[in-house]
């Protein structure tokens, strides 16, 4: 919707390069920040989140960080790999409950 | 556990007939969600369920859908009648601990209507 913002839409990385994925929203009272990834013909399923009290968290090769003067919140894939091409959608917690509109990953080997 | 199972997971049907969807969320899970995935309009709430009651329905997209939760482990979407412009793939999901946290979502069941 459009109180959830994702940029880019797609992105396309050389394998072992590192991709970044923006989400903007509007709800200053959103206190949790998930990030989804949903393979092709799968279900999305919760790959990393935050909450307000923090700036940063990482789980192996990814990370979100998040940014709430800003109300923005990115996730970081480092050292891609072929099984990281899908779509990632972002889902704050506003009232809502809306999810982003997606970013298709596409990773080149 | 056996995760969020939805059923069936494909339907083909001509326009005008009923369709029904169907799901079981994770045991202890007190929040229900349905969803709509298109490649145009991407994901969308269409309601949620807090405790069997329905908290929000306003992404309900008009008088031919409607949802129920009996009991807390089954819940059922209805669309009547069915046109082509429903075909999506209709994804359910569950949430402990508040509607704004983590959602398990079932493998959804892809709707086709003639």
């Known amino acids: 919707g459009e109180n959830v913002e994702q940029h880019p839409s797609t992105l396309s990385v050389q394998e072992g390069d590192s991709a970044v994925i923006k989400c903007t929203y509007s709800d200053s009272a959103s206190n949790y920040f998930p990030w989804y990834k949903q393979e092709l013909g799968k279900r999305p399923q919760l790959i990393i989140d935050i909450r307000s009290n923090v700036g940063e968290k990482k789980d192996q090769r990814i990370a979100v960080t998040l940014n709430k003067t800003a109300k923005h919140f990115s996730l970081h894939i480092t050292e891609t790999q072929p099984e990281d091409s899908a779509v990632y959608f972002c889902?704050?917690?506003?009232?809502?409950?809306?999810f982003g509109a997606g970013t298709t990953v596409t990773v080149r080997a | 556990d056996a995760g969020v199972i939805q059923s069936p997971r494909h339907e083909v049907t001509e326009m005008g007939q009923e369709v029904t969807l169907r799901c079981k969320p994770i045991s202890g899970h007190d929040y229900l969600f349905w969803y709509r995935q298109t490649m145009m309009r991407g994901l969308e709430l269409l309601i949620y369920f807090n405790n069997n009651v329905p908290i929000d329905d306003s992404g309900m997209p008009e008088d031919r859908f409607s949802a129920k939760m009996p009991n807390a482990s089954f819940s059922t979407l209805k669309i009547q009648p069915s046109e082509p412009r429903d075909s999506a793939v209709y994804f359910c999901a569950s949430s402990q601990n508040g509607a704004r946290e983590t959602q398990y979502f079932g493998p959804g069941t892809r709707l086709l209507v003639l």
């Open positions: 889902a704050p917690n506003d009232y809502k409950l809306s």
